[in-house]
């Protein structure tokens, strides 16, 4: 990937300059990123939950122009969660992409499997929890407002 250097100009086209630069960066790094290449991360008790969910940023916020807070593939272990929390101001969707388990919005305990979808909206609160025999993956992707 070819680095760009960026420098303080200070006439009115340097704006362009730099948004130009900008995007030549985006532009390589949406072309394709290798998952050697994706941040991973723990996160013990997650928001209350039990066990260590992991992280795998596909994308970080910094890598795109679009609002998006977080673009990752998520792995819950078997009897991990994730606790009860609530999403203000953005919307989250998940793609189950392997696993089983129940999301809970605190009215309504919903069973998923592999191939479903689950969309919270502003003002919207869910947790999710595995309660199948096998590891949960799905992909996770916040947007704010």
Do not use: W
């Not at 969910?53 to 673009?71: P, T, V």
């Not at 089983?100 to 689950?118: L, P, S, Y």
């Not at 309660?131 to 947007?143: C, L, N, P, R």
């Amino acid at each position: 990937m070819k680095k760009i250097e960026f420098k303080k100009i200070m006439h009115e086209s340097s704006l362009y300059d730099i948004q130009f630069k900008k995007e030549e960066k985006l532009k390589e790094l949406m072309m394709l990123k290798k998952e050697e290449d994706m941040l991973i991360e723990q996160r013990e008790n997650m928001r209350g939950g039990n066990g260590i969910i992991n992280f795998q940023h596909i994308f970080r916020q910094d890598e795109m122009q679009a609002k998006c807070r977080l673009c990752a593939k998520i792995t819950v272990p078997v009897g991990a969660s994730i606790g009860v929390h609530q999403h203000n101001d953005e919307d989250e969707i998940f793609v189950i992409q392997k696993g089983q388990g129940i999301c809970d919005d605190g009215e309504n305990r919903k069973k998923f499997v592999a191939g479903d979808a689950i969309l919270t909206v502003h003002g919207g609160k869910h947790s999710i929890e595995n309660t199948g025999d096998e590891d949960i993956q799905f992909i996770a992707i916040v947007m704010p407002y």
